[in-house]
Nanobody, 123 residues
């Protein structure tokens, strides 16, 4: 029923940019906090960015702050992650997640997850 579908990943050179999108269906998108997570091979999944339902609150992992921007368009049931100044260590599978009642915090139980989109950054 609930689906989160990520897109926009790809292979880019260091310093390049990507824009990830996540389209949600089967839920009342506007009442969910949304987050982006990533997982590199051999590493734990980590929080990257989060956003509150009304976009008033955003949160970022320290290593991406100033480079990545999370945003959402509730009319389109879509959350975005703009990735700029990409580094090889940004490589990983990026997942979109939804948290009913949340405000985009890192330490939350995100109950709905997408399948992920691969981001690869070459040096």
């Amino acid at each position: 029923q609930v689906q989160l579908v990520e897109s926009g990943g790809g292979l880019v050179q260091a310093g390049g940019s990507l824009r990830l999108s996540c389209v949600a269906s089967g839920l009342t998108f506007r009442i969910y906090g949304m987050g982006w997570f990533r997982q590199a091979p051999g590493k734990e999944r980590e929080f990257v960015a989060g956003i509150s339902p009304n976009s008033l609150t955003t949160n970022y992992e320290d290593s991406v702050k100033g480079r990545f921007t999370i945003s959402r368009d509730n009319a389109k049931n879509t959350v975005y992650l703009q990735l700029n100044s990409l580094k090889p260590e940004d490589t990983g599978v990026y997942y979109c997640a939804a948290d009913r009642g949340g405000t985009g915090q890192a330490k939350r139980t995100y109950e709905k997850w997408g399948q992920g989109t691969q981001v690869s950054v070459s040096s």
